[in-house]
């Protein structure tokens, strides 16, 4: 099933709010603000967060023989340098998985 880039970004924001992201940052997020790196606004526990979430709705959902990780490129972090890269994977890797709540 596919699903709009819409879906996947309403998908990571409200996960980020679900793991106690405050608004601004949120706000911040969703207008293109880094999220990993140098200038990044997430800490590690909310960026790891994040990644687990993603995770646990693409095994739950996707009847994969591999996990989510297993299908990751090498440099995992940089898939998740801000919120377009996030859809972009999502979009491309994992077009398959419903993201709806």
Known sequence: MSFSSKTARTFILSSLENLGVAHDKLQAI???AEI?????LLD????????TAIGERVDDTAGNSESFFDI???????????????????NGKF???SFCS
């Open 36 to 40: 990993y790196g140098p200038q990044g």
């Open 72 to 90: 990751l490129d090498d440099d995992l972090f940089d898939n998740f340098k801000d919120i377009k890269r996030i859809e972009s994977l999502l």
């Open 44 to 51: 590690s526990i909310h960026l790891v967060g994040l990644i």
């Open 30 to 32: 969703d207008h293109g």
């Open 95 to 97: 077009s398959h998985v």
